[in-house]
């Protein structure tokens, strides 16, 4: 048989297409994804598990006239492929590319940006009431006209564990608003799934024994000559309570939900079945799928937690292909690494010390910690909230938890952080992986809010390290402050990185006062230059003692001070190499600390020099450049900013 991609260009195409045609057209995505991420890296075992179900989806509704709303979206790779570019996965996640998510701007079959987990019910049922709203017309009209779109989510059950998911499952089960849910149902979210929620979704895979064992016992008592069929009439009556101890799909039914399912989610001919099915109900739906994640790929299948996300790979053996910044950061102690090993080392002296994760154990480098400490060890799923309030709980209650999580996740906590941990000054550690700019996934995966979110929060202490040893060190510090402390760093290692000795690499706004340094117009004002780097890779080694708010001062300088700060040091290294070049001499302050910010080592620089440049891979605004403008107007002395997006 020809190869029926190549026949397929919008989901319009599918509709043309026999089973078997669909049957061959999922083994020709797949082959596609794995030699598309084979190269540029990306998400593999969930979109291989995704591909049938997004074939019957796309078949069965009428996209992008009816909403698909992806969870995440890390699996719509064949979603990608189904509606019109196909011819451009080539450039995914990369440059002026394809996004590894689904994106608004890139087509119009992606209706909502995302990236983050537990979003997609609340944001479907956000469109259904909007449909429902704006379809009702004039009031003079007597009958509303019916809406004409159906609004579907898809979610995994690892994302079902986040609160946000659960809190929208409530509110659309009671709605009353035409809204179905597809619930794939893989086992897995990126690490294996941990909580009540799973365990009930493993109780309702065993429908199928359950509703076989029910219709042999109704035929045999039946059968019973007086009393049988007042039996199976009791039994009738019973049912809601036996279905409730045995077949746990009510939770979704007593909150409001027609379930349907479980349904195999790899045979194309009962999914769509089941989802034509699902069109016909009023209210909202939930469809349980079963999928297997890294389908069609046996490496995948067996490791669907390695090859969740991947580098660039070889795909006879799975093993990554030396080459490129995917690869060399997985072959290379990481931040993530240094940070797991060496909490085990200080929990090995310390009894009082615990580890948190939210569903990225091995993301977060805690493996060997829950490895060697189970029972101090807690995976909380995807529940960012939740987690900052029970490590609150276990700090108030003496314990020393050191939550892991990555900075863009946190984002999530923030009500918690203010509430739960900065008002009632609680001593906690937050270790925030992935800070600053992470690569490939995309804006909604860049850390680049942390340094923002945090400073405006009172009482807690803001740390960044500039290297493996400084880590280690904060870690240390940070566990026994008795303070709430964040630390930051990011993902990767500390490889050298070629920064071209080109000026003209700086932002443009800050050239002209980094290239001349011209004279003062008045001797009291400061010349202020502020801008986001790159994240920079090479760090310095004999880091000082570390003491609270107290900064580094790397290197002395008249010309020009540089403040920088976590592995934005390493780039300040490489300023001060080039303007020593043309005969500048750069001070360079390694701040550690965003909260507190040493005034006596930043004032009496920034007095000696009168000309500041900070580097930060955070926004500018309420950044390390605004702290530090911030501390010299409180100083009291004059300066002049110019500053650079």
């Known amino acids: 048989m020809d190869n029926i991609l190549d026949k397929v260009n919008t989901p319009a195409d599918l509709k043309h297409l026999n089973l078997l045609e669909k049957q061959v057209l999922a083994e020709d995505i797949r082959k596609l994804i794995l030699d598309v991420t ?28 009816d909403k698909l709303v992806w969870d995440v979206g890390h699996q719509t790779y064949a979603h990608k492929i189904l509606t019109g570019r196909k011819d451009k996965m080539h450039t995914l996640r990369q440059l002026d590319g394809i996004s590894g998510f689904p994106k608004t701007s890139e087509s119009e079959y992606d209706v909502f940006d995302v990236g983050h987990s537990g979003t997609s019910i609340s944001v479907a049922l956000g469109m259904a009431r909007a449909r429902d709203l704006l379809s009702v017309g004039p009031a ?3 009958t509303a006209p019916k809406a004409d779109y159906e609004v579907i989510a898809i979610i995994g059950d690892g994302a079902l564990t986040s609160g946000m998911a659960l809190e929208a499952l409530n509110d659309a089960g009671c709605s009353k608003a035409n809204i179905i849910v ?49 039996l199976v009439a009791l039994a009738h009556n019973t049912k809601k309570a036996i279905k409730q101890i045995f077949i746990h799909e009510m939770y979704f039914e007593e909150i409001g939900f027609t379930y349907l399912g479980p349904v195999d989610g790899h045979d194309i001919e009962k999914l769509e079945n089941i989802l034509k099915l699902s069109k016909n109900i009023e209210g909202p739906v ?85 490895k060697e400490f189970p029972d101090r060890f807690f995976d909380v799923g995807i ?57 490939a996934d995309g804006e909604t995966h860049q850390g680049l809010f942390d340094l923002s979110y945090l400073s405006s929060i009172p009482n807690i202490n803001i740390m960044a390290p500039k290297n493996f040893e400084e880590l280690e060190q904060m870690l240390d510090f940070a566990v026994n402050l008795n303070e709430p402390v964040v630390i930051r760093y990011p993902r990767g ?38 801008f986001a780097g790159d994240p920079g890779a090479r760090g310095a080694s004999d880091s000082e003692e570390i003491q609270l708010g107290k900064a580094e001062t790397i290197k002395q300088g008249k010309d020009l001070t540089i403040i920088a700060i976590g592995k934005m040091v390493s780039r300040a290294k490489e300023v001060s190499d080039i303007l020593a070049e043309k005969g500048i001499d750069a001070e360079i302050i390694n701040a550690r600390f965003l909260k507190p910010l040493n005034k006596e080592t930043i004032i009496n620089s920034t007095e000696k020099t009168k000309r500041i440049v900070t580097i930060e891979d955070n926004t500018l605004i309420g950044g390390l450049g605004d702290a530090v403008i911030r501390l010299i107007n409180n100083v009291g002395v004059a300066w002049y900013a110019t500053r650079a997006a």
């Open 493 to 530: 290692g500390e490889d050298d990185v070629d920064w071209e000795k080109d000026i003209s690499k700086i932002p443009p706004a800050s050239q002209a006062t980094l290239r001349g340094l011209p004279p003062l117009a008045h001797p009291s004002k400061l010349d202020f230059v502020s």
């Open 383 to 439: 529940a960012e909230q939740h987690a900052v309030g029970l490590i609150a709980g276990m700090a108030k209650s003496g314990l020393k938890p050191v939550f892991a999580v990555y900075s863009s996740f946190l984002q999530r906590g923030y009500d918690q952080l203010i509430h739960d941990i900065a008002i009632q000054d609680i001593p906690v550690t937050i270790c925030l992986d992935r800070a600053g700019i992470v690569g």
């Open 38 to 65: 084979s190269k540029t890296g990306g998400h593999l075992a969930s979109g291989l598990g995704a591909v049938e179900l997004t074939i019957a989806l796309h078949s069965v509704f009428n996209t992008p006239k």
């Open 140 to 142: 003079s009209v007597p």
């Open 286 to 370: 939930l469809v349980h799928v079963i999928t297997k994640k890294g389908k069609g790929y046996k490496i995948a299948e067996e490791n669907p937690d390695k090859f969740h996300g991947v580098s660039s790979f070889d795909i006879a053996t799975g093993a990554p292909i030396i080459g490129g910044v995917e690869a060399a950061i997985s072959r290379q102690k990481d931040y993530s690494a240094v940070f797991g090993n060496k909490l085990v080392e200080l929990a090995k002296k310390d009894k009082k010390i615990v580890a948190i994760t939210a569903a990225m154990k091995d993301g977060t480098g805690l493996a060997e910690f829950a």
């Open 182 to 230: 597809i619930l794939n149902d893989n086992e897995m979210s990126i690490s294996k799934n941990v909580g009540g929620i799973p365990m009930l979704l493993s109780e309702i895979r065993s429908k199928r024994l359950y509703t076989r064992s029910n219709n042999a016992i109704k035929r045999f008592t039946n059968r019973i000559p007086v009393i049988g069929k007042p």
